[in-house]
């Protein structure tokens, strides 16, 4: 028999139960990134219960088995050299005029390497790219893309690194979501975030598409109580968010979570399924 739960007044999030995982999908109508930010952390504290951890995702990448990593080096070098490669601070042009002085004159004067660097740089802006040496190309798209890309958590600022590591839980290497693992996967890290306060530092410092297990204390990852999947999708039957539920004990789900998040959202929300 299918549960059809009804509010008075616009619904913009829909929870449907007939689906492995169950899926709770938020139109953008609620709001879309921090402006959602603190109704997604109450919905992930009604999953808590006493003697639990929430533990949050954080996925290390291998740059050396990044499939596409030519095409990005490639990308990097043509943006730097058209000159529309975001650097407030100048240092990605920093380390770029040093790549060229290594590159044309290792042995220079150190008395004169300033004004080198500043003349062998505007010589590679006004020159066309398809006629420089592919080695020096291939050089500065690696240094641009590096900087430019976080690959893993050692790329991010101290106050991110600190937040996760102080917190750091377990560290695996298999893969929670439900298609193929990338190929340039190094590890993940899973951090605790048991408090509000903390739910909303991870969504702030490292990404608010999170992916978050529910697990009893003194436990493994793989042995979790529900694992939650916060994503966004584009298709033709839907457009928005999805927070994917997989629940270990469904009768749980339907007894103990499903009567919270009706508290929680109360008219904006409707049960399906």
């Known amino acids: 028999m299918n549960i059809f739960i009804s509010f008075k007044g616009g619904k913009v999030l829909k929870l449907i139960m ?15 990134g921090p402006s959602v930010y603190d109704t997604m952390a109450e919905v992930i504290i009604t999953f808590q219960n006493p003697n639990e951890d929430i533990l949050f995702s954080y996925t290390n990448w291998d740059i ?4 596409h ?17 975001h650097d407030p601070d100048q240092s990605i042009a920093h380390k770029v005029k040093e790549v060229l002085l290594h590159h044309y004159e290792p042995k220079c004067d150190p008395k004169s390497i300033m004004a080198l660097q500043d003349q062998l740089m505007t010589q590679f802006k ?11 190309i291939r050089k500065i798209g690696t240094t641009v893309h590096e900087m430019q890309t976080i690959y893993t958590l050692k790329d991010r600022d101290k106050k991110t690194q600190s937040f996760v590591n ?11 979501l439900p298609y193929d693992t990338p190929v340039n ?8 975030a048991n408090s509000k306060e903390d739910i909303l530092r991870s969504f702030d410092l490292t990404d608010w598409w999170f992916t978050c297990v529910i697990m009893n204390r003194n436990t493994t990852v793989e042995n979790y109580n529900y694992f939650l999947d916060y ?6 039957e839907y457009d928005g968010m999805v927070l994917y539920i997989t629940a270990s004990k469904k009768r749980h789900f339907k007894d103990t979570v499903l009567p919270r998040l009706i508290d929680l959202l109360g008219d904006k929300l409707e049960v399906v399924g």
């Open 231 to 236: 994503t966004e999708e584009h298709r033709e």
């Open 64 to 67: 050396e088995l990044d499939p």
């Open 69 to 85: 990593i030519d095409y990005f080096i490639e990308q990097s070098a043509c943006f730097f050299h058209s000159g529309i490669i």
């Open 166 to 176: 102080n917190r750091l839980v377990d560290t695996t290497s298999t893969w929670p």
């Open 126 to 136: 006004e020159n066309p790219l398809n006629e420089l040496e592919e080695e020096l």
């Open 185 to 192: 996967l190094k590890n993940i890290l899973w951090y605790r």
């Open 18 to 32: 007939n689906t492995s995982p169950f899926r709770l999908e938020q139109g953008y109508d609620l709001g879309f």
